[in-house]
Nanobody, 121 residues
Framework: VQLQASGGGLVQAGDSLRLSCTTSGRTFSSYAMGWFRQAPGKEREFVAFITWSGGRTFYADFVKGRFTISRDNAKNTMYLQMNSLKPEDTAVYYC???????????????WGQGTQVTVSS
């Protein structure tokens, strides 16, 4: 599975962005998926997870209530709606697939190249 993240940009604190993760692979709907992020000088960290059907999701505590993960299997696309953005949300955001229900980076693969999100104060 080859993934491509997009939708990042430069926004102000309090603004919203919607990230997309697309693939041309026909097995998209077979996988659970997740979003991770990596800020400068920091390790990559978990943001959100969604099952293959979209029926179950969970989030890192620091994005609960602000971010929403979703997917449209008919369009081979996963989304991350990010509201009330904060400067500390500045990072490169990555999408990935996983065969298990997890928030561990080691359980994910087929990492896309990432999309930069920059939030100014």
């Amino acid at each position: 599975v080859q993934l491509q993240a997009s939708g990042g940009g430069l926004v102000q604190a309090g603004d919203s962005l919607r990230l997309s993760c697309t693939t041309s692979g026909r097995t998209f709907s077979s996988y659970a998926m997740g979003w991770f992020r990596q800020a400068p000088g920091k390790e990559r960290e978990f943001v959100a997870f969604i099952t293959w059907s979209g029926g179950r999701t969970f989030y890192a505590d620091f994005v609960k209530g602000r971010f929403t993960i979703s997917r449209d299997n008919a369009k081979n696309t996963m989304y991350l709606q990010m509201n009330s953005l904060k400067p500390e949300d500045t990072a490169v955001y990555y999408c990935a697939v996983t065969p298990v229900e997890s928030n561990r980076e080691a359980d994910f693969g087929s990492w896309g190249q990432g999309t930069q999100v920059t939030v100014s104060s």
